[in-house]
């Protein structure tokens, strides 16, 4: 009984584990969502890490805020997932996601912004 069990459970999760197609899917869709970034004097580099989005900054435009929570609804909308948009300094070019320092994250989910640390 306990054998079986372990059987239905280990079929069940891996099923719901994201394959690599579908991952590099979403890493396409992320990357043709953002790439007006290009466009801004101020982005220096744009990187694609699964569900998230990192962007290398020098400077800060005037509409800093505005530009990072519609990235954040632009990439959520565009895969229909949680998407999280982190925000860094241009020479942080190997910054690890979710590691120190970071100028600021911003999190958004169904088209929707959920968090963000972007107020100033």
Do not use: D
Request: hydrophobic share 40%; glycine share 4%.
């Amino acid at each position: 009984m306990i054998r079986f069990l372990f059987i239905v459970l280990f079929l069940v999760f891996s099923l719901n584990l994201p394959t690599p197609s579908l991952a590099k899917s979403l890493e396409k869709e992320l990357k043709q969502s953002v790439k007006y970034l290009e466009e801004i004097p101020e982005v220096k580099w744009v990187k694609v890490k699964r569900n998230s989005v990192i962007v290398g900054w020098k400077g800060f435009p005037p509409r800093f805020n505005l530009i990072n929570t519609a990235v954040a609804l632009k990439a959520s909308q565009a895969t229909g997932r949680t998407v999280h948009v982190w925000s860094v300094r241009h020479t942080q070019k190997n910054w690890i996601i979710g590691t120190r320092p970071f100028l600021c994250k911003t999190t958004a989910r169904n088209g929707k912004v959920k968090e963000t640390s972007c107020n100033f």
